[in-house]
């Protein structure tokens, strides 16, 4: 258990639809990352957040928003929903928002856009 | 841009055989290098990093070293178990792109009794 949860587990929607992916990270960590995993695109970075700020950015649609609250849990919005978006959708966790430092992956979301 | 190269899969291998996965990289400076590994149903953990020329990461008898000259950063480990089969992802971190993970497109190991 890395001690990041993620809700919920799995999710299945329609084409159109609009979806709240939602991140709880380890307890001190300020830092919060948004990735996908699909069969043709692998793991794919999303988006950073660290103590509420976007930090950086990825290939992240515009149809794709995010924010990190107060309380450092982070929510994942998607809108607009299409077949391609079916995927798992992993949160993770650091202290620091740096290069160096490990990252915390929770169990991940699974979407299925039908 | 940057990116990562990973050996094809899927790896199968006897228990108790010598692994190594290749994994070469693309970026300009001194990225941070990783290892993560993903068992069935799971999210990814860490499994070693390096972060400077010539280090070498280790972990649960796994070692990979960062060779800035070849620009590759192999995973070995000297006798596999059942217990290692997972999906297994190398990965780098450059330190003006906040924390972003880029990831290889990840081989998956199967280790038979």
């Known amino acids: 258990d890395s001690g990041v949860t993620q809700t919920p587990k799995h999710l299945i929607t329609a084409t159109g639809q609009r979806v709240t992916l939602r991140c709880s990270p380890r307890?001190?960590?300020?830092?919060v990352y948004w990735y996908q995993q699909s069969l043709d695109q692998g793991l794919q970075f999303l988006i950073q957040?660290?103590?509420?700020?976007?930090?950086a950015k990825g290939n992240i649609l515009e149809r794709f928003s995010a924010q990190q609250f107060p309380d450092l849990h982070s929510e994942l919005n998607l809108s607009s929903l299409e077949l391609g978006d079916s995927a798992l959708y992993f949160c993770?966790?650091?202290?620091?928002?740096?290069?160096?430092?490990?990252?915390?992956f929770g169990p991940g979301t699974r979407l299925t856009v039908l | 841009g940057n990116s990562v190269t990973q050996m094809e899969g899927p790896v199968t291998l006897s228990e108790e055989a010598f692994l190594t996965i290749n994994c070469t990289y693309t970026?300009?400076?001194?990225?941070?290098l990783f290892w993560y590994v993903q068992y069935p149903g799971e999210g990814l953990q860490l499994l070693l990093k390096?972060?400077?020329?010539?280090d070498k990461g280790s972990n649960k008898g796994f070692e990979a070293t960062y060779r800035k000259e070849t620009t590759s950063f192999h995973l070995e480990k000297g006798s596999v178990q059942v217990s290692d089969s997972a999906v297994y992802f190398c990965?780098?971190?450059?330190?003006?792109?906040?924390?972003?993970?880029?990831f290889g497109q990840g081989t998956e190991l199967s280790v038979k009794p």
């Open positions: 993770a966790s650091s202290v620091g928002g740096r290069a160096m430092n490990e990252q915390f």
């Open positions: 307890s001190g960590d300020l830092s």
């Open positions: 390096a972060t400077k020329a010539d």
């Open positions: 957040y660290y103590n509420g700020e976007e930090r």
């Open positions: 970026a300009t400076g001194y990225p941070s």
């Open positions: 990965a780098l971190s450059r330190y003006n792109q906040g924390g972003k993970l880029i």
